[in-house]
Structures are given as C-alpha cells and as structure tokens.
C-alpha cells in the first residue's frame, strides 16, 4: 500500500510516506510554523519516492488529544487531500500511537502532552494495551490514577514519557500526601514519542482501510475546548 501519514498534534512535524516496501520520513522541530511547511513537505516526499498523489491508497493522520492547532491542520490537510484524490483518511488516537513504541515493555507506561494550565494529556497502557480513558488532569488527579491502576496491576512502577513527561514528574514530586510514596517513577528521557512511523505502522498493522469507510465529519478528539471557545461562553 501506498500511505500518507500527518502528524501535527505536537511542535514536532512529522510526515511519513510508504511507498511500496520504502518508508520516506520528514521531522522538524516545527513550532507553530506546521501550516507553512506541511505541503511542501508531503510534495518533497513525493518526489523522493517517485510516488504521484493519485497513487495513495490512503491517509492517516493523529486523531488527539495535542495542540488545537496543530491537530486541525492534520485533519483539514487529511480530509481534503482524500477528498480530492477519491481515497479514504483514518486518525489514530495521539497517546495510542505515542505508547505503540513502548508495547513490548512489561509493565505500566504513561505518555504525557503538556496540556497548558497546569494540566495533561495522558493515558495508562500495561503490556501495549491502554487501560483508562484519555485524561486532561492536573498533577493531583493523575497521581490518584496512577496509585490506582498500580495497585491493580501489583506494579510499583511507572514509566512516563512524551514531550510532557519531565514536567509532569517535577510536579508529581511536589505533591504534598502523594499517593505515589511507594511507587517508582521513571521518566524516559530521549525516547522517540508518537509520530508518523508509528502512524504508517499501526494503519498497516491493523489494515485500517480495509472496509475502505470514511467518516469525512469525523474531527479531532480535543478533550477540553479552546481558549476561544470558552471565551465565547
């Protein structure tokens, strides 16, 4: 198959192209510079690969939690791309795909999105698969989640990564009467978190396009609304 995956849930900017049994991969530390660089992007890849659009099977891109921003640009581009080509799109949860890496690690893992507020976006996975909801909490109520779900599992360890993992920690350590006392918390530092790769290899994996049905009023999982929308409120 022939695959366009789009991350724009984060600053990092992530396009990856499958073409045949090739992958062709593009990540910059983008900012808020994801609109301005995204299409040149996928065309520089396309070139790369000798690939023209009418050749894509499909296209995945991050379905959230992450930036508004960012993750309606994902959507629109996605959407509209499949449109004009005639073939299907799908989004994939961004903490699915960010926690997909660490699958084959005994234990709990925790990505983590700096939510802004003093929140997070983050979930808890065990063995690959995830065992909560998608939370947007504060230091507080995620330590109480963790305790929880520790305590299950008979786990005395946690492993939190993402982007927003070392903030979260310093937090979590700060907690007066932590729940956490006796439980370890790692953070993984430099571990490579959600992003296209991992987007192409789970549409694959799971042969997302198999009943080839599109939802084009499908939209981003936000979680909380927008600043401008609660202003509006």
Not at 89 to 97: E, K, M, N, S
Request: hydrophobic share 45%; charged share 20%; aromatic share 6%.
């Amino acid at each position: 198959m022939n695959l366009l995956a789009i991350d724009t849930a984060t600053e990092k900017l992530s396009i990856a192209l499958a073409a045949g049994n090739d992958i062709w991969l593009f990540e910059a530390d983008a900012g808020l510079r994801h609109s301005e660089l995204v299409m040149e992007t996928i065309d520089m890849l396309f070139q790369k690969a000798a690939l023209k659009p009418e050749d894509l099977s499909g296209i995945v891109c991050m379905g959230g939690p992450g930036s508004f921003t960012g993750l309606r640009i994902g959507f629109s581009l996605a959407k509209g791309l499949a449109l004009a080509l005639n073939c299907p799109f799908a989004a994939i949860p961004t903490l699915d795909c960010m926690a997909r890496p660490l699958s084959s690690l005994k234990g709990l893992v925790m990505p983590v999105l700096d939510a802004k507020r003093s929140s997070f976006f983050c979930a808890l996975y065990r063995d690959g698969v995830r065992i909560c909801a998608d939370m947007d909490a504060g230091p507080s109520a995620i330590a109480d989640a963790i305790a929880i779900e520790t305590a299950k599992a008979q786990l005395k360890q946690v492993l939190l990564f993402g982007p927003g993992a070392e903030m979260l920690y310093g937090k979590l350590t700060q907690l007066p009467q932590s729940p956490l006392a006796d439980i370890d918390i790692l953070v993984g530092k430099g571990l490579r978190w959600g992003n296209a790769q991992t987007l192409l290899e789970i549409a694959l994996d799971t042969d997302i396009f198999a009943n080839n049905v599109t939802d084009f009023s499908a939209g981003p999982e936000y979680i909380r609304k927008s600043d401008a929308e609660e202003k509006n409120n």
